[in-house]
């Protein structure tokens, strides 16, 4: 049986619309945050819409970028997707 590629699970699509609402919000171009990551403008297009997958360390730096420690929404969105809500 072939499993579905992350980027076409519900939940992970959902959690990159969020973070691009948050860019959005902050204000950021995806120009910016490529820069921030190292990538193109096109490659961070093609991550908020889900037809290129946000690796772990590109995503650090995201939340690094996005200010995670200062940002309650974002640290919230975090802890939700990962499921680290206090119980």
């Known amino acids: 049986m072939k499993r579905a590629k992350s980027i076409h699970i519900e939940q992970y699509a959902k959690f990159i619309e969020e973070l691009c609402a948050e860019r959005k919000r902050l204000g950021l ?31 650090k730096q995201l939340l690094d970028f996005y200010r995670i420690r200062e940002n309650a929404k974002l640290n919230q969105l975090v802890k939700e997707f990962f499921g680290l809500n206090d119980k």
């Open 29 to 59: 171009s995806q120009d910016e945050v490529a820069q921030a990551l190292g990538r193109t403008q096109s490659e961070v297009s093609k991550i908020e819409t889900c037809e290129q997958r946000l690796d772990v360390w590109e995503f």
